[in-house]
Structure formats: C-alpha cells, structure tokens
C-alpha cells in the first residue's frame, strides 16, 4: 500500500524537484548577470573618472614646447604607485602618450622608462629624450601682456612688464589673434592683448636674421584698449 502510494506521487515529488532545481539555477544565473553587470557599469565609470581626471589635469597644466615651436609636450596625468610618482607625458604634436616614473636626479626633476624615454625638468626649462636617440629642449610657456598692433602682414608687440618689443611669430594661433584684432577695426592701433607662448627664434620678416619671437601656443584675450591698465 506504501509502496504503491509512493510509485504515485514519485513523479509529482520529481516534478516539484525539478521546479527547484530549474528556480535556483534561474535566479544564480540572474545574480551572476547582475554582479556582471555591475561590474562592468564599475568598470566603465572608473575609465570615464580617469579620463575626466586626465582632462582636468591637462587643462589646468602648462604645456613645454621646442624651441622652433614644432613640438608640444605636456603632463596629463601624475600619481603617487609603490612609492613612486608616475606621470603620463602625452606629445600632442604626434598624439603619442609616454608613462615616466621618478628617477634619481641631482637637480629638477626627472622621470624615465625601461624603453628609454627620458623627461627632464630643470625651472621653465625641460628637456625629453625617447628611445631612438631623439632630444628636444623645451620650455614652459608663460603668460605675455602687452599693446599689440597689425598692420600690412606685419605686427608689433610692446610687452607691459618691460616695454620691449617683439613680434608674434606666424604659428600657432596667430590667425586668431589676426582676427580678434580685426574684429575691434583696428588699423595699426595699439590694443591690448594677452597670449600664452615662450619666445622662439624666428625668422625676421626681411628674411636675413634670427630674431626673438614669442610663439603663440593659446591666444588669451585682445581688449580695445591702448594702454597696459
């Protein structure tokens, strides 16, 4: 009698231990989907926190570029691994990033890799050195206020702090502050302006000497003003 009453629910208890079995498996695989996906969700927001932080940093660093203005080299990124720093180098010129540890030095700083890429900061001045032997010396750039003028394809630039006069070389943004100077109808009229370089050696515009010239990495700002205050 037992033994037929349990030949009859045998199949119902089978039943039930296959709803359970199919239940768990169903909501283990949904748990590992979620942790999954959460992970992920993780992952993706940590790359875009360090890309925004690698953002901000570059946007607040100064860039360091070559003495002919061709290169431009700047700091993106610096973090403290293992007791090391650690900066990451990107050369905008050729979009290419180094990753540079601190290295022992006598004086300024200095960072380097295994595969040979060297950075060496000394004040405003910098020098990089990669693997294959090429060296570039680089300066920081600065902040230049002075009285700017153009006029037939020739400009002035009368610096405020000591009233010297230098040109803006042709690179750079130069076409920019061309058009901000024509947009207040100057016409060989000093106006003020700021603008964010270091000072190269050009070419003159008579073609026979090397003069002093600032390079115009940023354009800052032009006011219709004549004067420094």
């Given at each position: 009698m037992a033994s037929e009453r349990?030949?009859?629910i045998l199949p119902y208890i089978s039943?039930?231990?296959?709803?359970?079995?199919y239940v768990l498996y169903y909501f283990s695989t949904q748990s590992w989907k979620q942790a999954q996906s959460d992970y992920e969700k993780q992952q993706v927001e940590e790359r875009q926190a360090k890309k925004r932080a690698e953002k901000k940093y570059m946007s607040e660093t100064k860039p360091w570029i070559s003495?002919?203005?061709?290169?431009?080299?700047?700091i993106?990124?610096?973090?403290?691994r293992d007791g090391l720093t650690w900066i990451k180098l990107k050369e905008l010129n050729e979009d290419r990033t180094y990753n540079l540890r601190d290295a022992p030095s006598a004086s300024g700083e200095k960072y380097s890799s295994k595969a040979g890429n060297l950075f060496w900061?000394?004040?405003n001045e910098a020098v990089f050195e990669n693997a294959i032997g090429k060296k570039s010396n680089l300066k920081e750039t600065k902040i230049y206020k002075g009285l700017y003028s153009y006029m037939a394809d020739a400009n002035s630039f009368k610096l405020c702090d000591n009233d010297r006069k230098v040109p803006i070389a042709m690179l750079g943004e130069n076409n920019k502050i061309e058009q901000a100077y024509s947009k207040i109808n100057r016409s060989g009229e000093d106006a003020y302006l700021e603008v964010e370089g270091i000072m190269i050696k050009a070419m003159s515009m008579e073609g026979t000497q090397m003069i002093d010239a600032i390079f115009p990495y940023k354009y800052k700002k032009i006011e219709d003003r004549q004067s420094c205050k």
């Open positions: 349990t030949r009859t039943i039930g231990v296959g709803i359970l079995v003495s002919d203005g061709k290169e431009v080299y700047k993106i990124n610096r973090e403290k900061i000394k004040g």
